[in-house]
């Protein structure tokens, strides 16, 4: 049953059977791919140093849709690398969500993310591994990268670099990690990351990277560490016979600079939501002004296409747009905020977060929601307005962990609930951290503003 779990593609490739074995992992290295089988072949040839690792490890694999013969070359790949677990989606859902529906699966106390056609270095993670198991209100480990060719095995340069030397930024320190963030013009995305709070607020959003958002909304639970020194190998050149795919990243970056940039006004939106608009340093909302006044105007413009009578209406787009957009008017009248977004927030947050369910419930092959504990709301309510908007999601109400567990295809189940001890239940009898959600936590990353 073990093998059958992996090597034949007709069967559902999930969660049960680890949980059935109850496999305690300390690391998830968790990789999206699409329709590039051989760069994915020649990768996990690069991880054998798997199979002697001191690490326990889970090899998480996202086979994104592809129509060539990825699928086959992961079955096949099982023998030489038996720590692979792999999800395959019916359909292409965008690299950015497959990318947190894979970290919500992961069973690690840490993950790493890995492209694939990217390479690790396995003493700097295990150094940072051991490190973090005794610092554990360390809860995400950012490094540099080494710019590598893999053609000529030999490293090129260090990019990334937010700092030269060690630093450790301390829970709520927002202000200081977005200082350098601005001085340094790092993009943190190679980190180490401690999956316990990840179900609190990795969601699909739309208009923005996640990692700006993930690094900030991390010091809301603990401490965060940087080294100059990498742990993760940017390929930049590849051997010849795999060129062709070499430089598709920075085209990647080109298209989507929006995204980039609304990801840093993001950024700035936790140090403000952290210590208050007034409080902010003048000479920080000064230089983040600076990059980020041209894109008010597009962002307030999309808002209102977003929730305005369409036939596919996209509210979690108008909320961050919305946000993005009333965040930077004159301090002398933020108070209008209060008074003009009232009504809207009433109206199109509680869609807009209901809608962030759906997406995650629709990442999940053969995905169903199940609503259970919610205390604070109505579970026949919301599946009522769930169903109103989204007719095609399944829903389940239980009351009981005991009932979650007793479930089918325990793999595909998203539970939204309001009962942390409830949470706990579930993650120690092997369900996923990841997939179990707080309905209060899940509500305020959609908030025009939050209760702090």
């Known amino acids: ?154 490293p090129m340069t260090v990019g990334g670099i937010l700092s030269t030397e060690k630093k450790r930024f301390r829970k709520m320190d927002s202000i200081d990690l977005f200082k350098i963030m601005l001085t340094s013009g790092a993009v943190l995305d190679i980190v180490v990351l401690s999956t316990e709070h990840v179900s609190h607020f990795c969601y699909n959003n739309h208009e923005f990277y996640f990692i700006y958002f993930l690094a900030f909304r991390m010091l809301d639970y603990g401490d965060i560490y940087f080294d100059p020194d990498p742990f993760y190998r940017w390929v930049r050149v590849h051997p010849p016979e795999l060129v062709p795919n070499g430089q598709e990243s920075d085209n990647n970056v080109t298209k989507k600079i929006d995204w980039y940039s609304n990801g840093l006004e993001y950024a700035l939106m936790m140090v403000i939501r952290s210590f208050g608009y007034h409080t902010v340093p003048e000479w920080l909302l000064h230089e983040a002004m600076s990059l980020i006044n041209h894109h008010i105007t597009r962002a307030r413009i999309l808002s209102s296409g977003y929730y305005s009578k369409h036939t596919n209406r996209d509210y979690v787009s108008a909320v961050e747009l919305l946000k993005l957009s009333c965040l930077w008017q004159d301090p002398a009248k933020i108070h209008i905020l209060d008074s003009s977004f009232s009504a809207w927030e009433q109206q199109y947050v509680r869609l807009a977060w209901l809608q962030g369910i759906v997406e995650q419930v629709r990442d999940i092959p053969d995905g169903r929601l199940v609503l259970c504990c919610l205390e604070m709301d109505d579970p026949a309510t919301i599946k009522q307005e769930i169903f109103a908007s989204w007719p095609d999601v399944p829903i389940i109400i239980t009351t009981t962990a005991e009932d979650i567990v007793a479930l089918t295809k325990t793999e595909s189940a998203l539970v939204l609930t309001g009962n942390k001890d409830l949470r706990v239940r579930l993650s120690q009898s092997g369900f996923p951290i990841g997939h179990i959600i707080l309905i209060q936590e899940w509500i305020e990353n959609f908030k025009l503003r939050s209760a702090s």
């Not at 090597?7 to 992992?25: C, E, T």
């Not at 894979?102 to 150094?127: F, H, M, N, S």
């Open 1 to 154: 049953r073990f093998a059958l779990w992996c090597f034949d593609p007709a069967v559902k490739i999930g969660l049960n059977s680890y949980s059935k074995f109850m496999i305690d992992f300390l690391l998830t290295i968790y990789m999206p791919t699409y329709n590039r089988a051989e760069m994915l072949r020649y990768t996990l040839n690069q991880l054998s140093f798997l199979n002697n690792w001191t690490i326990k490890v889970e090899l998480l694999i996202g086979d994104n849709g592809s129509t060539d013969h990825t699928w086959d070359v992961i079955c096949e790949m099982k023998a030489l690398l038996p720590m692979i677990r792999a999800i395959r989606y019916p359909k292409n859902i965008g690299a950015s969500r497959c990318m947190i529906s894979l970290l919500r699966a992961a069973l690690g106390r840490y993950a790493v993310y890995l492209a694939d056609d990217d390479q690790l270095i396995p003493e700097k993670i295990t150094e940072i591994i051991y490190f973090m198991e005794e610092n554990r209100d360390i809860v995400a480990y950012y490094t540099t990268c080494q710019v590598y060719n893999a053609h000529r095995s030999t």
